[in-house]
């Protein structure tokens, strides 16, 4: 009998409803009558009260008791909604927050400001409101007389082939008290060959808050026969039947005391290893191992009876269990993914607050929040978002005189926009502020010796320069983005997670970050291709045609650059053999194939032997077992055991481009050093 | 579209009882008067749950159950065995015959109800005067 879990669910939840509450708050601020909306900030408030209180967390219990007080009193109109008074539930989110944290790591902190909120809270809500803040807890056990069931269900592997399907007993469960929590427990899942499809290998973990006996939920569990199968552990209390509900309700209260004592006493963090996934989701995988399963039993079949002829079932199952794995990995990864939400959430406080300390207004859209994204990504992200939205506010929307003066509405406007598009998920933060300027940036590089003043550089290269680490132009030091500390950790932080920042501005109009982002980090559709004995995967999403050069469209331009002409228009051709020092089969392009690849509008032409078979390769980074090449990506191994390199696609347009820019600047760098 | 279910009982009364209770919550109902005609009933089509008893005559309830298994159509049928020995080695002979679950005689017709329905997975609700029994 375990608490720790319970705790992790409470505050795991409680994170959620009070990034909730928060915005209904701000949400509250624009659209104060709506009803809605103060239902919601009271439901949040409510339900962790009660939780808190069920757990014995007597501080947050306290605190949502005081507060929900006064939100009752705001949802029944008796007091009016004011500035201040959101002010002050808006702390009051933060505090709990910080009591939520103090839950996790154990620590117990005296916050004297809390203090003073309660007391700010109680004169909000007139007052003489709520005499015994310890009652709740004890109130909220006996009044249900429920029991929290911790059971374990972990059928005998041959359930089914009794015509027993295991969620019955689940079902059961469900009628015989409130399901809180069904975990599926895959840990006795064979592998794949290994697997008989008739037995039953998943494990449940249910949380049951019943007021039934422990006896009768073991009824529910009866033709399982095997009593080994089921255990049920209460974990609000033990029932001895004798106590009166009082009684019980002290007691179990102490109980769960020195648990969490207990808990407390090795601290740990719970961060985020647990991921939500839907039903729905978990249904369609668990059908997809089912077919995987009978398709392999065919297989297995025919191999181990093998004629001749049974080669077209051989295949015919052979082609199947591709398409089934194939699926099956598209909707494992996912599994891995969450909606952008639970990361835009924080924002719009994030903006309020900022815009408030900078003395400016400033109006936030937020859009495409349902975009999902893997959750590695969606937790490594957040950092330099904050960091753009906070650069936004504070260097891009310019002060009230001066947006007058521009002609401009005094509110700013800084919009994020999350979306999918070919593979990639992309993210833009816009402010509609002063803009970059281009002349100021050279300045400023010159004057650290990342640029000559002579150097022709492009908008996009003058834009580059600002990621460079400890550049910075702000004439002045603000509180927010303090002092050119970040673009670079910005940009660093986007690349690794293999996406790119790009910058578009506009002097006087705005500016708009674009970060790039891989929808998965471990796996990725290639081509295949073929130069000489070599193979190579390109990223299939950076293909954009491929075909075979005619005589006469491939030209030497002076400078030694060679082009292809497709469609009137000249690309330049990357021959893979030189840049990897393979023999080809023939130097002439006529012989062999280009591909055209594309990146951040720019295209290529890559001229390789043939093209080979598409394929889902899984990607071994080079650089942590060998060393960073130009020109790629990593390193997969395909199904003969063979290693192919994977080309980096942005690296190669950029040794087209003749100028890696970045390394360029390094060059002046060091020369300048 | 209703569910089959197979009653086998060499007692009519018992086999109608029980037939009378299914129908009632909608299933349609074949019978048989031991596990030999059980089997039989079962050749050509498939039924979504068998309810048995388990002494019977020329087969007996048990037996039936192993040959139903054995038929690749039935494999994971749910099977009730109706029993009036409530012992664990009756439960254990049960078990590993295949049976899916059982009922010990006498018992009402709300309590085979919600049974069946449990095996099969169906909304079941009991009537007012059944939580009462």
Wanted: aromatic share 4%; net charge negative.
């Amino acid at each position: 009998m375990n608490l720790d879990p319970v705790i992790q669910g409470f505050l795991e939840e409680a994170e959620e409803l009070l990034t909730d509450f928060e915005a209904a708050l701000l949400e509250l601020e624009a659209d104060p009558a709506n009803p809605e909306i103060l239902n919601r900030i009271f439901r949040c408030a409510h339900t962790i009260k009660g939780n808190s209180a069920m757990l014995g967390l007597d501080r947050v219990a306290r605190f949502t008791h005081v507060l929900e007080d006064l939100l009752d009193k705001l949802r029944q109109r008796e007091i009016d909604l004011s500035p201040p008074l959101v002010e002050t539930l808006l702390k009051s989110g933060d505090a709990l927050k910080e009591l939520l944290i103090e839950t996790k790591t154990g620590a117990s902190g005296k916050h004297e400001w809390h203090e003073e909120l309660l007391k700010a809270i109680q004169t909000f809500a007139g007052s003489e409101t709520s005499p015994a803040p310890g009652m709740p807890a004890s109130a909220s056990l006996s009044e249900g007389a429920q029991t929290l069931y911790e059971i374990y269900f972990a059928p005998p592997p041959e359930l089914m082939r009794r015509g027993l399907d295991p969620l019955q007993f689940v079902e059961a469960l469900a009628r015989a008290g409130q399901l809180l929590q069904v975990t599926p427990d895959s840990g006795q899942l064979p592998s794949l060959l290994e697997m008989e499809v008739e037995r039953c290998y998943l494990h449940w973990k249910i949380w049951l808050s019943s007021s039934r006996a422990k006896t009768e939920l073991e009824a529910c569990f009866e033709f399982v026969g095997d009593p080994d199968a089921v255990s049920i552990d209460a974990l609000s209390f033990d029932d001895d039947g004798e106590t009166e509900p009082e009684g019980r309700a002290a007691q179990s209260l102490t109980h769960l005391n020195s648990k969490i004592e207990t808990r407390n006493a090795k601290p740990e963090t719970i961060e985020s290893g647990s991921i939500r996934v839907s039903i729905d989701k978990v249904d369609k995988l668990i059908n997809l191992v089912g077919e995987l399963v009978i398709t392999q039993s065919i297989v297995a079949q025919a191999v181990a009876n093998y004629s001749p002829d049974k080669l077209p079932v051989l295949e015919e199952a052979v082609a199947q269990m591709d398409r089934h794995a194939r699926e099956l990995h598209e909707r494992v990864l996912t599994v891995r993914m969450v909606p952008i939400k639970t990361l835009f959430s924080r924002f719009p406080r994030l903006v309020r607050d900022l815009a408030a300390s900078v003395g400016k207004q400033v109006a936030l859209e937020i859009l495409g929040e349902e975009t999902e994204l893997d959750k590695t990504v969606i937790e490594k992200i957040g950092d330099p978002l904050t960091h753009l939205i906070r650069n936004a506010l504070d260097h891009g929307i310019e002060a009230h005189e001066d947006r007058l003066a521009a002609g401009k509405p005094v509110t700013g406007r800084v919009r994020i926009e999350a979306y999918q598009r070919s593979g990639n998920v992309y993210i833009d933060i816009a402010d509609d502020g002063r803009g970059l300027d281009r002349e100021k940036i050279i300045a400023k590089a010159v004057q650290n010796g990342l640029a000559t003043a002579e150097q022709e550089l492009s908008d996009e290269d003058v834009y580059a320069l600002i990621f460079h680490p400890g550049f910075s132009t702000a004439a002045k030091v603000t509180e927010v983005s303090g002092r050119g500390v970040g673009m670079d950790v910005v940009k660093r932080n986007v690349e690794t997670l293999g996406g790119a920042v790009t910058i578009q501005s506009e002097r006087g109009k705005g500016t708009r970050f674009r970060i790039k982002l891989p929808l998965t980090l471990a796996i990725m559709d290639g081509q295949a291709l073929q130069v000489g004995e070599q193979i190579y995967i390109l990223p299939l999403v950076a293909i954009t045609e491929s075909v075979r050069p005619k005589r006469g469209t491939v030209h030497w331009l002076t400078g030694g650059v060679e082009v292809i002409m497709i469609r009137d228009k000249a690309l330049p051709v990357l021959r893979l053999h030189r840049l990897f020092g393979v023999r080809p089969k023939s130097e002439d392009p006529v012989d062999g194939l280009v591909v055209i690849v594309e990146h951040e509008g720019q295209q290529v032409a890559l001229l390789v032997d043939e093209l080979l078979a598409q394929q889902q390769v899984v990607i071994k980074s080079l650089e942590t077992n060998f060393s960073k090449v130009d020109g790629v990506a990593g390193a997969t191994i395909l199904g003969d055991g063979r290693v192919a390199l994977i080309l980096d696609v942005p690296g190669l347009v950029l040794l087209a481009k003749g100028m890696d820019a970045a390394r360029e600047i390094n060059r002046i760098g060091q020369k300048a050093a | 579209m209703s569910k089959l279910a197979l009653v086998v009982d060499d007692s009519t009364t018992m086999r109608r009882m029980v037939g009378m209770t299914l129908r009632e919550a909608g299933f349609e109902v074949i019978e048989g008067a031991n596990g030999q005609e059980g089997l039989s009933r079962l050749d050509g089509r498939t039924v979504d749950i068998i309810v048995t008893d388990v002494h019977m005559p020329v087969m007996d309830g048990l037996t039936m159950v192993q040959a139903v298994r054995k038929r690749s159509d039935h494999r994971f049928t749910p099977i009730l065995i109706l029993t009036t020995e409530f012992s664990d080695e009756m439960k254990r002979r049960g078990k590993e015959a295949g049976a899916s679950g059982w009922i010990v005689k006498p018992f009402n017709p709300h309590q085979l109800r919600e049974v069946v329905c449990r095996l099969l997975r169906l909304p079941y609700d009991p009537p007012a005067e059944a939580k009462a029994v």
